[in-house]
């Protein structure tokens, strides 16, 4: 097998593809966690310029899903296959929430009357909450393991994914975005905006630190397997401690109202914690807790060398372009919203 | 059939289809755009700045629904066709991943530029941007084609396994991208692309004339459109006829249905006509031997009929994929008459008078889009039962994981939302139009309009 750098190809896929989701989890997870806070807002004003904060990114952050979901088809079919067939019903609610929050967020202004913004308002605020919960929720099942049996067929039922732990994975997802998000929002806000962003993200964040000391505890007792890892690498303990201070520190970046730092603090909690599930993953994908032979391996799963190693080529390549796009994009939009004849 | 298979067939064939009706006007309206903003640089004319303005609002609308719709793509192929995924997952997928990291990503991150960067950006550079996102919804549907044309005639791959773990890995990547009909194919749907956008700005064009509204702006817009619509029209009789001759060359049992031909003979070229498949009949306005004449130049060459392939390995659905066919290829010389016409007038300054004419372009905005959808019906449906060409049976390539009754779940779901979604698209493009464009207050031609500076 071909290694690059002492790592073979499979590896270089499963840590690109970790990299891709932890990219989407932290940019559209700001704009989600911003819809999801979005009737919190009262005034129309208000509510235009949360809507606008987001208005020019968020749709170059849903790429990073288009592409995520690419790279895993791309580089371990067998997993694209698997996954998104036995999660039917999840993902296709993940599609509709998608479609909704996309027309909430291109219909809301383009009347005036009062029914018509409330109704996209509200749409706009269910559909990011929804996606946020379906994340958690596919996410809460992968760490426990799905059914699957020697043959990789699910064996499973549907109403089993709505299992008390997942639900819990799924909250604490929504609660880290709406925490991402409010900072993000106080960052583009001034005046009293910017005051009331202040409240909510105190409170969204004793609501976050709450699910995350829960369901750190949840996983400890019920998921043992996510454990192993730490038995046999006990380095690895430095990532869940990393994690605990970075939580500890974004609190104290909250309280002295540096919102910049609590963003990236927010941001980085996103990608430990994904870095933390899949190094209880590797070398697995997905986990059956039905049958060991179930599991499948990036090995199993991964797609030829030869098409691995083109593909790294044009992640080498594009990868970089697609962050000075990132880049330049958000910084052309720098500063606090100011409402203009294009806005939302 | 069983039911899994049926229902997955008419989600995808929905889905697609209703999808398809918003990037081909993406790409098309992308490149008027760009000429718009162009001459708008070049000229400094501020009337090209209304109009880069006002079809930006418009090209925003259906872009976000493009995208929208289009994820729903992405992840069909894993949820409802899973074996499908695993099966050509090392050819198609790095094809979609392309797509992801070369193309979409570099439309949507300029899009926002495009939109809500007047004020950010100098004029340059939000030109810039609006090539950026044309160049990017090509590049899109260059990578999507490919993958697609793949799966019509496969190259550049061997397969690995057998029964349900076969699966096709790439051995040749440039061969695979560069395969038989990827050039002819892609060169066919970027041309129906340029048309359905080019209509678009035809027609509201046309219907401003019509209401003595902006008709400075109008004129220069239908004008510019107009030679886009009118290159591509030709350009498409040309890509149309090399698509036929790779579907003659590796789908041999394609043509035989798009023509209704049975019989291995000398095959006619059909013009309008109707096929009775029970009785393997086909009859209607035809040319003789014409068919034979288009393949080998010769009016008595046999052509392989469909009774020549077996059973098992025909199409299914003969007479509609005969009717598809026939309905665009009469919309395309449609459009090169209603193209030629038009020019001949513009020539002789007569054009924008003619109120019938103006009439009929607000109307053809239909064309090219029915054109777009029947062409993929006649590609798509003639190509089965195959979903891989020759490779792998569309029967053979769906989840197994997924129940009947969930499919009809999210079907009938998809159903209401995407009609729910349809009819806010007209709603709102329809009161864009009505808007209409904002017109600098002292300009004279159009005394009725009063700046408004509305949020898009």
Known sequence: ?344 | MDNVEILSRIQFAFTIAFHYIYPPLSIGLGVCLVFMEGLYLKTKDKVYEELTRFWIRIFALIFGIGVATGIVMEFEFGTNWAVYSRYVGDIFGSALAAEGIFAFALESAFLGILIFGWNRVSPRVHFLSTVLVALGSMFSALWIVVANSWQQTPAGYRIEGTGMQARAVVTDFWEMVLNPSSIQRYSHVLIGAFLAGSFLVLSVSAWYIMKRKYVVHSQKAFTIALWVAAISSLGQLFTGHQSAEVVTKYQPAKLATMEGHFETAPADLYILGWVDAKNQQTTGLKIPGGLSFLVHQDFKKPIPGLNSFKPENRPGAINFVFQTYHLMVGIGMTLIGLCGLALFLLYRKKLFVNRWLMAVFVGSVLLPQIANQVGWYTAEVGRQPWVVYGLLRTSDALSQAVKAEHVLISLILFTLVYIILFVLFIYLLNKKIQHGLDVSPEDPETPRSKFNPSPI
Not at chain 1, 80 to 105: D, E, H, N, W
């Open chain 1, 1 to 344: 097998m071909d290694t690059i750098l002492g790592l073979d190809l499979p590896t270089w896929w499963f840590l690109l593809i970790g990299a891709l989701i932890s990219g989407y989890g932290i940019l559209d997870g700001f704009d989600l966690g911003a819809g999801a806070l979005h009737l919190f807002f009262r005034k129309e004003q208000s509510r235009r310029i949360a809507l606008n904060a987001i208005g020019p990114v968020w749709d170059g952050n849903e790429v990073w899903l288009v592409i995520g979901a690419g790279a895993l088809f791309a580089a371990f079919p067998l997993v694209y296959g698997t996954l998104l067939s036995v999660f039917y019903l999840p993902f296709m609610l993940l599609l509709l929430a998608i479609i909704f929050r996309a027309i909430s967020i291109e219909f809301r202004s383009k009347e005036e009357m009062k029914w018509w913004r409330t109704l996209w308002d509200v749409c706009y605020c269910l559909s990011s909450s929804t996606i946020a919960l379906l994340f958690g929720l596919i996410l809460g099942n992968l760490i426990q393991g799905i059914p699957l049996d020697k043959n990789h067929q699910f064996v499973g039922r549907l109403l089993d994914f709505f299992n008390p732990y997942a639900l819990l994975i799924s909250v604490t997802v929504l609660s880290l975005f709406m925490l991402h998000g409010a900072m993000y929002l106080a960052m583009k806000t001034e005046d009293r905006l910017y005051a009331r962003m202040t409240v909510l993200i105190n409170q969204t964040s004793k609501f976050f630190i709450l699910c995350f000391i829960t369901s750190s505890m949840a996983t400890l007792i019920y998921v043992p397997h996510m454990e192993a890892i730490f038995h046999k690498y006990p380095v690895m303990f430095a990532l869940p401690v990393t994690a605990v201070l970075i939580v500890l520190n974004m609190r104290r970046m909250i309280e002295k109202r540096r919102y910049l730092r609590g963003f990236i603090s927010s941001g980085v909690t996103t990608a430990l914690l994904l870095i933390l599930f899949a190094s209880g993953l590797y070398p697995n994908l997905v986990l059956s807790n039905y049958d060991a032979r179930g599991n499948i391996s990036i090995y199993e799963a991964a797609s030829t060398d030869s098409s691995l190693r083109t593909m790294l080529l044009f992640a080498v390549i594009g990868m970089p372009l697609v962050l000075t796009y990132t880049v330049f994009v958000f910084w052309t939009f720098r500063g606090k919203v100011k409402l203009e004849e294009t806005s939302y």
